[in-house]
Nanobody, 124 residues
Framework: QVQLVETGGGLVQAGNSLRLSCAAD????????MGWFRQAPGKEREFVAA????????SYSDSVKGRFTISRDNAKNTVYLQMNSLKPEDTALYYC?????????????????WGRGIQVTVSS
């Protein structure tokens, strides 16, 4: 069992930045590939970014590529999502997720553990 806790959300104006953090408990953090997803009201949960257990490989959705950066610090059991040049359409509940098996990092249903989510609101 892995418990994930997201922090760092809030309300910002368009064009500004936020950094989300996701802290994982347990001693097996390096066994997990990590992802960030988001869900806006009335929409399905969608992939945002993912990083492999080693931190070597990252992937992004087209909508955030070039603006968001995912990273991890395995010594701190934490994964980050740096969000720059935020837009109103980035407004959503952001979730951190952990996945033990390789591959399919963009697929919601393939993740094993989820945080409760944290709200990000971008005003125009």
């Amino acid at each position: 069992q892995v418990q994930l806790v997201e922090t760092g959300g809030g309300l910002v104006q368009a064009g500004n930045s936020l950094r989300l953090s996701c802290a994982a408990d347990g001693r097996t953090f390096t066994s997990y590939n990590m992802g960030w997803f988001r869900q806006a009201p009335g929409k399905e949960r969608e992939f945002v970014a993912a990083i492999t257990w080693s931190g070597i490989t990252t992937s992004y959705s087209d909508s955030v590529k070039g603006r968001f950066t995912i990273s991890r610090d395995n010594a701190k059991n934490t994964v980050y999502l740096q969000m720059n040049s935020l837009k109103p359409e980035d407004t959503a509940l952001y979730y951190c997720a952990a996945k033990r098996s390789p591959g399919q990092l963009m697929v919601v249903m393939r993740y094993d553990y989820w945080g409760r989510g944290i709200q990000v609101t971008v005003s125009s």
